[in-house]
């Protein structure tokens, strides 16, 4: 358990984004980090094949406190493709997303010794090195009501989703994912499960998940040898099952004053 240092620790942040439009699966979604490929990018998103590219790159600096005055930087790249198969093959509803990262750089916490709860930069840790993020497929059934997932995914892209707008890891993501990482799986690792979503009202939802909760997906040393691997190697100790219910108000009264409010509770099974 990391304790909090008694001297004043002062981070300077830096986060450079640059990152590609989501999953459009509209032509017109706006401009592309690469460009259009000379139309072929907006053809082929006509057609439902989309693709996302991204990079990240944080510098922190530790300027007082902790053990050294330090400057630290680490980047991610992901790369990924969204299928729309009812455009593809007439499969109605249903969608194939597959998304790989990499990660490099150093810990500014660990390497100054800032003895801080969470990392200062989000960006860094479960391996530097490329992974297998996001293998599965996405099936909506009367009218969207429903939606059902299967494959290899991250819990927290569905389960106490949280913004990432802060370099600091206490802003940024699934927080369980943070205290309970030995179990809690959040990007760019990625588990076997299923998730089943209703969706109760155009405000509301109520989902369920399980998810495979193995630790040799969380090692380093297995992520550097087999990360991209879709495999499901041996180790696995139990499930987690998540289930979660969430409050969207977007219309109604409260069209002006749009939020998120969640309320869930998790078992593991190990």
């Known amino acids: 358990m990391h304790t909090i240092s008694r001297k004043t620790t002062i981070a300077a942040a830096l986060t450079l984004?640059?990152?590609?439009?989501?999953?459009?699966l509209a032509a017109d979604a706006g401009p592309y980090l690469f460009g259009d490929w000379?139309?072929?990018?907006?053809?082929?998103?006509?057609?439902?094949?989309?693709?996302?590219?991204?990079?990240t790159s944080e510098l922190a600096h530790n300027s007082e406190g902790g053990t050294r005055a330090l400057t630290r930087y680490s980047d991610q790249w992901v790369l990924g493709s969204a299928l729309d198969l009812d455009r593809?093959?007439?499969?109605?509803?249903?969608?194939?997303?597959?998304?790989?990262t990499n990660r490099n750089?150093?810990?500014?916490?660990?390497?100054?010794?800032?003895?801080?709860f969470q990392q200062v930069q989000e960006v860094y840790g479960r391996g530097q090195t490329w992974r297998l993020t996001?293998?599965?497929?996405?099936?909506?059934l009367l009218d969207g009501r429903v939606i059902l997932k299967a494959g290899r995914m991250g819990i927290?892209?569905?389960?106490?989703?949280?913004?990432?707008?802060?370099?600091?890891?206490?802003?940024?993501?699934?927080?369980?994912?943070n205290l309970v990482?030995?179990?809690?799986?959040?990007?760019?690792?990625?588990v076997w499960a299923g998730v089943a979503k209703v969706n109760t009202s155009r405000d509301s939802y109520l989902q369920l998940g399980v998810y495979q909760v193995n630790p040799r997906y969380l090692d380093?040393?297995?992520?550097?040898?087999?990360?991209?691997?879709?495999?499901?190697?041996?180790?696995?100790?139990?499930?987690?099952?998540?289930?979660?219910?969430?409050?969207?108000?977007?219309?109604?009264?409260?069209?002006?004053?749009?939020?998120?409010?969640?309320?869930?509770?998790?078992?593991?099974?190990?």
Not at 105 to 116: E, R, V
């Open 17 to 24: 984004g640059l990152l590609a439009p989501g999953f459009a």
């Open 38 to 55: 000379n139309g072929q990018r907006a053809r082929l998103a006509e057609q439902g094949v989309s693709f996302d590219f991204g990079y």
């Open 88 to 100: 593809l093959w007439g499969w109605q509803g249903a969608t194939f997303k597959a998304t790989v």
């Open 105 to 116: 750089g150093k810990n500014l916490s660990t390497d100054a010794g800032l003895g801080t």
């Open 134 to 140: 996001d293998l599965h497929l996405e099936q909506a």
């Open 156 to 177: 927290g892209a569905d389960f106490a989703g949280f913004s990432c707008d802060f370099q600091n890891l206490s802003f940024c993501g699934s927080q369980p994912g």
């Open 181 to 190: 990482g030995s179990y809690w799986a959040n990007w760019p690792v990625s």
């Open 220 to 270: 380093d040393g297995y992520a550097v040898r087999k990360g991209l691997h879709p495999n499901n190697p041996h180790g696995t100790t139990g499930a987690l099952i998540p289930v979660e219910f969430g409050w969207q108000p977007q219309t109604g009264p409260y069209r002006g004053l749009p939020g998120s409010y969640k309320v869930g509770a998790w078992y593991n099974t190990s």
